[in-house]
């Protein structure tokens, strides 16, 4: 039977190239204790420099492998190592992968020593490697460095089922079918094997199942099964997001029928499509689609965020953002980032590494490696309802892009194809025509289709960067911009959607961006935390899912300002009130003479300058939104006070003690009436308690009047207390607990081996 181990735990780490690691008996003392994701370098969120994490690194692990694995297979699974790894067991090389973004795995039966104390070291590279994607000419992205996604170790039989695609077709609210292809190693002799598939409820029950017979050979065998029927399906959708189990048996024949493996997929059995009227389609049901892009970059730790991370950003991009769609520029994504879209409904398009640079011969037959592995890995999701087969911005490449797409079809021929492009009279090979449009942004105009189906990939961006600290004005037409454009692609019949660049503000070199290796192109900043433009978006979702009113002005003088007498309001109400002091002064509906396309347009109170902005008379501004004649929701505005007290908020109150899982701690300076002070640069300094570290700056300088660190728990259990401190002893504290890691983790010996 399959064991899944968890092997995140007790690795040793060395931030230089010491090629004696790799040997069993090298002495590792020096070397740190990490536990994974890890990032070889912590970096502070802005102005640094990529050099700092471009250097190779070794880590290890002791394991003790216990005597009745003999005969397993062994195989050890890396989620993300950038760039280059090298994987050693006991001083042996057991194999090499190249770049960082795909999934990989190695089986180490041959080289392993049953009980025995045994090492596994990992070389990575992750300097800057031009002859691997994305790299070749200077990306618009960091790549970070280090072992910066989850590794397991599969513990099976001889015989195992090394993938499982399972492809729906036919789908209907009435029945489904669905046909299964596996790649079956066998590290014995061939034989005559049963494999059982069952299509299992959440809760476990069989709906359906099917048994069909093979021939496993010696060695790697790619087989077919019988398609599985199914009546009356329970469909996945985004507002549904119902997932099944899919359960393959690798079973001997005869009688006893023993198990040689057990594999278990979530599925969401789902119909996506683009037509030929230029619309998607899911599940027979037009869908306009409305998303952002979305780097995994985070601050201090790159790209080595755990799985609660991960999943944040999920929730944050579909339930504060209110998007229905996210594209996942410029490489595939972290596989527990995925996860959480199948589980709440969010759908993706997904791309292979790339950022306008084609390379060599050999560089493109990387690529096609990175795509094969991208699409082998994560067809199964339901919420990819889209790859990206094109390097992104690229120029045309007609014999590499026919490559590129007769490889995801043959892989996954359920799924359209992709390619990002700036240039809107390139080769169309692909499904779908997908095009950044940065046309005129700033007006809100958009380029007429030239190809149907058709859907814009990037806009705004760097058209119009925007800090959270910028001016009221600049926040109010950064975020008007992305309601133009919105309306825009909402007004076009044979638009399938569009995507904004970008959902978070991101690091990157000093090409691009601001200077202070930050790009400021998101609708958050780069510690998620919302911008003007993120309220916008929040505003288009069904007033049933959440009713949203957001006021995107301060109470402050505006004396010079383009919006002096405009209060621009967010909100899917169908109309709101405008309250001066307590006293009811205006009403308004959505703007459909300026937004006549959008769901939810912004609602404009214009004419006020009947009152002075800042005047000591001015004691609050309110806006009620109506739904029905009732009110739904309301957003209230002070004039701003002094520092009252600070606020720390976790995201989470409770961790596993696995070393390596963390929790994103908004700090922010508020006047007494709540407000944070978009002004303040006050210094936070930061104490903590207990067993856990902090992840950031310390002392840290707000930005717009708040910032983020990140608390990471030890592999001790304990209750943590974070407590932030500014000058003039104002504080505020948070109180988290973490828990034992109950996952069983890979055996550590007793003692090293030297």
């Known amino acids: 039977m399959r064991q899944i181990f968890n092997f995140n735990t007790e690795w040793l780490f060395c931030a230089q190239d010491e090629p004696q690691s790799k040997h069993k008996n090298y002495k590792d003392d020096h070397f740190e204790e990490v536990n994974l994701p890890h990032t070889n370098k912590l970096v502070p969120h802005h102005y640094f420099s990529e050099s700092d994490y471009q250097f190779v690194s070794w880590y290890r692990r002791h394991i003790e492998v216990p005597a009745d694995w003999t005969g397993k ?22 194999g090499e992968h190249q770049g960082g973004y795909t999934s990989f795995s190695f089986e180490i039966s041959e080289w392993v020593i049953c009980g025995e104390s045994n090492v596994i070291a990992v070389r990575v590279d992750s300097t800057r490697r031009p ?105 996945w959708n985004i507002d549904d997001p119902y997932l099944y189990v899919v359960r393959t048996s690798l079973c001997d024949t005869g009688v006893d029928s023993a198990q040689n493996d057990v594999l278990n997929t979530r599925v969401g059995i789902r119909s996506a ?48 953002l209110g998007l229905n769609f996210v594209r996942s520029s410029h490489y595939p994504a972290d596989p527990s980032f995925l996860d959480r879209c199948d589980e709440i409904g969010l759908l993706v398009f997904e791309e292979l590494p790339g950022w306008q640079y084609i390379g060599d011969a050999e560089w493109k037959n990387k690529a096609l490696v990175q795509l094969e592995e991208m699409i082998v890995r994560d067809r199964n999701h339901p919420s990819i309802f889209l790859w990206g087969v094109r390097i992104n911005e690229s120029q045309d490449d007609t014999e590499f892009y026919l490559r590129t797409n007769a490889l995801a079809h043959k ?80 007004g076009v019949p044979h638009i399938a959607g569009a995507a904004g660049w970008c959902a978070f503000d991101y690091n990157t070199h000093q090409d691009f961006g601001s200077g202070d290796r930050i790009c400021y192109h998101g609708v958050c900043d780069i510690f998620r935390l919302p911008k003007f433009a993120a309220h916008f978006y929040s ?177 001790t259990p304990g209750t943590i207390r974070c407590i932030a401190m500014v000058k003039g002893g104002i504080t505020a504290e948070v109180v988290i607990r973490s828990g034992a890691l109950q996952a069983q983790i890979v055996p550590v010996p007793q003692r090293k081996i030297y």
């Open 273 to 320: 499509e683009f037509r030929k009227d230029g619309k998607f389609y899911l599940n027979g049901r037009p869908l306009q689609l409305r998303g952002l892009n979305r780097h995994q970059m985070f601050p201090y730790l790159g790209g080595a965020m755990c799985e609660r991370g991960q999943r944040k950003d999920a929730d944050i991009l579909k339930e504060e």
């Open 411 to 490: 892989l996954d021929p359920s799924r359209a194809t992709g390619g990002v492009r700036c240039i809107q009279d390139s080769e169309f090979l692909e499904d779908v025509f997908t095009y950044n449009d940065f046309s005129r942004n700033r007006e809100g105009k958009i380029l007429q289709p030239n190809h149907s189906p058709y859907l814009i990939t990037e806009y705004m961006g760097h058209m119009y960067p925007t800090k959270s600290y910028d001016s009221v004005e600049r926040q109010i037409k950064h975020a008007l911009g992305h309601a133009r454009i919105q309306n825009g692609q909402y």
């Open 539 to 715: 505003s288009q979702q069904e007033p049933s899912k959440q009713p949203v009113v957001f006021i995107a002005r301060y109470l402050i003088p505006s004396f010079n300002e383009d919006f002096r007498d405009v209060v621009p309001v967010f909100s899917n109400c169908e109309e709101a009130d405008l309250f001066i002091n307590g006293v009811k002064v205006a009403s308004e509906r959505p703007d459909y003479v300026n937004y006549p396309s959008l769901p939810h347009p912004p609602i404009m109170f214009t004419g006020c300058s009947w009152w002075e902005w800042g005047s000591s008379l001015l004691t609050s501004l309110k806006v009620v939104g109506k739904i029905g004649g009732i009110a739904v929701a309301e957003h209230e505005l002070f004039p701003m006070g002094i520092p009252d007290h600070l606020v720390l908020q976790a995201d989470d109150l409770e961790l596993i003690a696995d070393g390596a899982d963390c929790t994103r701690v908004v700090v922010a300076l508020r006047d007494s009436k709540g407000q944070t002070l978009q002004l303040a640069h006050h210094v936070v300094s930061f104490h903590i308690e207990g067993p856990a570290r902090l992840i950031g700056e310390n002392p840290f300088s707000l930005e717009a009047g708040r910032g983020a660190v990140y608390i990471q728990a030890t592999r």
């Open 131 to 235: 002859d691997i994607p994305p790299e070749g000419r200077l990306v618009d992205y960091m790549l970070f460095g280090g072992i910066y996604r989850n590794v397991r170790l599969i513990v099976t039989n001889a015989v195992y089922i090394e993938w499982a695609s399972y492809e729906w077709k036919d789908v209907t609210a009435q029945e489904a079918s669905m046909d299964g292809t596996f790649r079956i190693n066998n590290r014995g002799e061939a034989r005559t094997l049963m494999l059982h598939t069952s299509l299992l409820s959440p809760l476990g029950k069989v709906i359906e199942q099917v048994i069909t017979p093979i021939i496993a050979e010696a060695g790697e065998t790619e087989v077919s099964q019988l398609t599985l029927h199914v009546k009356n399906p329970h469909l």
């Open 73 to 94: 297979s062994l195989i050890v699974e890396f989620d993300g190592v950038m760039s280059v790894t090298e994987v050693y067991v006991n001083g042996a090389l057991v």
